[in-house]
């Protein structure tokens, strides 16, 4: 499938998308990146200086921000960690066990990415599934399964039909879904015999002869590709030893180019060599590209695989990009190579600060696709409306549609003010959609919704038979889904009840009478008993303690649970039924657990689960009144992530942008 290269072309049709629709039109993205290339092998193209450090040298003409650099100054803190550094080599393996076994990695430059989130949601999910795989059932309540998963109800008797079994349920294999890992440390698996690895895999060193032929030396790969969702990868390599001649490679290549060879010498790899500052491009061949590097210095490598070109940096400055046209068909790992004895490397994955200020290149980049964004002309979206009316039009649609007429009537006001004081008539070409009525059906569906997000399920049912007496018994995929959260609910109230401290035992206690005989408290005198323990003081009620009322919701769980399961068992639909079996596992998994904020169904608990019930009951209830079930912002919110997720494939440019990261950005700022 061949890879969308912007938003911009699929929005405007001419992507190459077979069922794309040209709606509206984007300029076409610029040819060039904000990195300019440094091929010719001309002396005149060689990057010039830009600092006083002679060896230092970046493209004419690229504006690099003032902090770019700036880490040069400062010692090589960032990678000569003590805690880090005295880990000695010596013939210790890297195990290669599960990616998930890591720490979980966090780039500093990738934060608030739609990778970064996708991936962060994958390590949660895997952590809560190996959790449960390792957690034994504790759960003593009803006549349960003491499987975690199972929905159970009470156990048959047995017949004349023969023996009765009760059957245990095997947890199904965890399949690990979602995008691919970053790489976090070189492995054993993938490097050459003549090199050692030591400090949790990010550090490497040269331990063969010097003798070797002139084309071979070793190298080595690290145990995940670089992800081209990411948008734009990027690692550092710390020359603690250059060893004798300097003849280092830092760059990257694919998983089947040779080990015995310096990264860039082999076909699909590319490296940057520290003995004579050129870089090698699937040849032997090298281009002059920038200084050469040495004992001390910082290289860093970065990919975009938005744009196919890779750059690299020295010491905190950025040298350009290095080579375009990669192949971003293949996995592409970061490697090194080295040739001679006594060469020692540390690599910075983004466990610690970087050297160079890729975070602000990254930005930057982010800020032109953005610009590009906000730059559509959008007047083929409406025949009428200019974008700022659209999206006046498109709000108060919204409001009105999902109920929140007050607001919406306040908003028109609003809009109408505003339109005076700038043309000096009220009236506008909006005027259709500011004309806001009242709407009892959308007066009952925003106390209905009230409801839902309060977490008062009762109420909601209650109400929503009154007004719409047909919509849960006509769907009932909704029916199921709003009585779930009741359960829900009342799995996180008992839990909740675990947080209130239970008052303390009274103890059995001895005192002497006036022989000095010991005697037990039970036969104490009755007026002393008070004066001995403070009962007099103590409130009784509430002897009754918060584990009594959690045994007592927990039992009224498992009551309405089964009710639900006895319920919709018989469903016929097979996308309902399978919902269902899914949903009523995960449900009664909480009850394997004493609290069920720990179990692995734990997300069901969270407030914010509330706002789906309420919006999936909203448009029920909608559809039922013969309107539709979404307003055009939700759509136009709904097909923009969509897009970007098109345009993300294999690194394009929706990698770069995050819908949702950017509306939460815009309601915090303002």
């Known amino acids: 499938m061949p890879r969308r290269t912007s938003y911009a072309s699929v929005a405007a049709g001419t992507a190459g998308t077979p069922h794309q629709t040209a709606s509206v039109h984007l300029p076409p993205a610029p040819n060039q990146g904000l990195l300019q290339p440094s091929y010719s092998e001309q002396p005149s193209r060689i990057p010039q200086p830009v600092t006083l450090n002679q060896d230092i040298q970046t493209e004419g003409g690229i504006p690099i921000p003032e902090t770019w650099g700036s880490a040069s100054r400062e010692s090589m803190s960032n990678f000569l960690d003590s805690r880090f550094l005295n880990q000695p080599f010596s013939d210790m393996r890297v195990q290669s066990g599960s990616y998930w076994s890591c720490d979980f990695l966090r780039p500093s430059y990738l934060r608030g990415s739609k990778y970064m989130e996708d991936l962060e949601a994958s390590h949660k999910a895997h952590l809560a599934a190996q959790k449960e795989e390792l ?11 003491k499987s975690p998963s199972a ?38 698996v993938d490097k050459h015999n003549s090199i050692e690895i030591a400090g949790d895999g990010q550090q490497i060193r040269y331990i063969g002869t010097s003798k070797t032929p002139d084309h071979e030396a070793a190298a080595a790969r690290t145990d995940h590709p670089m992800p081209p969702q990411c948008g734009i990868y990027y690692y550092e390599v710390f020359i ?3 060893g004798k001649d300097g003849m280092i490679g830092v760059g990257f290549s694919g998983g089947k180019a040779s080990l015995e060879k310096l990264p860039g010498w082999e076909p699909d790899s590319w490296a940057y060599h520290g003995d004579d500052g050129k870089t090698f491009c699937c040849q032997l061949n090298g281009k ?13 490598c970065g990919v975009d695989f938005t744009r196919k070109t890779a750059f690299f940096t020295k010491n905190g400055f950025l040298l350009g990009n290095a080579f375009k046209d990669i192949n971003s068909g293949i996995a592409l790992y970061p490697s090194v190579g080295m040739k001679r004895p006594h060469a020692h490397l540390i690599v910075n994955f983004g ?19 953005l610009e590009e964004i906000n730059n559509v002309d959008i007047s083929m979206l409406h025949p009428t409306l200019n974008k700022e009316d659209l999206c006046k039009a498109l709000v108060a649609q919204y409001l009105s549609h999902d109920g929140y007429v007050e607001t919406a009537q306040a908003y028109a006001e609003g809009v109408r003010r505003e339109t005076t004081a700038l043309k000096g008539t009220p009236e506008s070409p909006i005027d259709g959609y500011l ?58 109230q008992s839990a909740e009840l675990l947080d209130i401290p239970s008052p303390p035992k009274p103890t059995h206690s001895k005192f002497t009478n006036g022989n000095a005989e010991e005697m037990d408290l039970d036969d104490a005198p009755t007026q002393d008993r008070a004066e001995v323990d403070g009962w007099d003081k103590m409130d009784t009620s509430d002897i009754v303690s918060s584990d009594m009322r959690y045994d007592e919701m ?6 309405y649970g089964q009710e639900l399961n006895h319920e919709f068992k018989d469903e016929t639909d097979p996308q309902f039924r399978d919902e269902f079996k899914e949903t009523m596992q995960e449900l009664f998994g909480m009850l394997a657990y004493r609290d069920a ?23 029920a209830i909608l559809v039922s009144l013969g309107k539709s079930s979404s307003t055009a912002l939700e759509r136009i919110y709904k097909q923009t992530v969509v897009l970007t997720d098109m345009i993300s494939e294999d690194g394009g440019v929706g990698s770069m942008v995050n819908v949702r990261h950017l509306l939460n950005h815009d309601s915090q700022s303002s």
Request: net charge positive; aromatic share 8%; charged share 25%.
């Open 135 to 145: 957690q034994p059932s504790r759960s003593s309540h009803g006549p349960l399964s």
């Open 597 to 619: 904020r720990k179990s692995p169904a734990a997300r069901w608990l969270e407030i914010r689960e509330r706002a789906k019930v309420a919006e999936a009951l909203n448009s």
């Open 240 to 242: 603690e030893s250059k």
């Open 435 to 492: 004309a806001i009525e009242e709407d009892h059906d959308a007066a009952n569906r925003q106390q209905i919704r009230a409801a839902v997000l309060e977490g008062d399920i009762d109420t909601t049912l209650r109400l929503t038979n009154l007004y719409f007496p047909h919509v849960l018994s006509t769907h009932r995929d909704i029916n199921f889904r709003v009585r779930c959260r009741k359960y829900i609910e009342m799995m996180r």
């Open 351 to 369: 466990q610690r600060p970087f050297t160079f200020d890729i975070d602000t290149l990254v930005e930057r980049y982010q800020e032109q696709i």
């Open 554 to 559: 927990i039992s009224k769980a498992i009551a």
């Open 151 to 188: 929905v159970s109800l009470p156990k048959m008797q047995a017949s004349h039909r023969g023996m009765a079994y009760e059957i245990i349920e095997h947890k199904p294999t965890v399949v690990e879904t979602g995008p691919g890992p970053l790489p976090t440390k070189w492995v054993d």
């Open 288 to 300: 002059h590209f920038g200084p050469k590097f040495s004992s001390g210095d910082t290289i860093g």
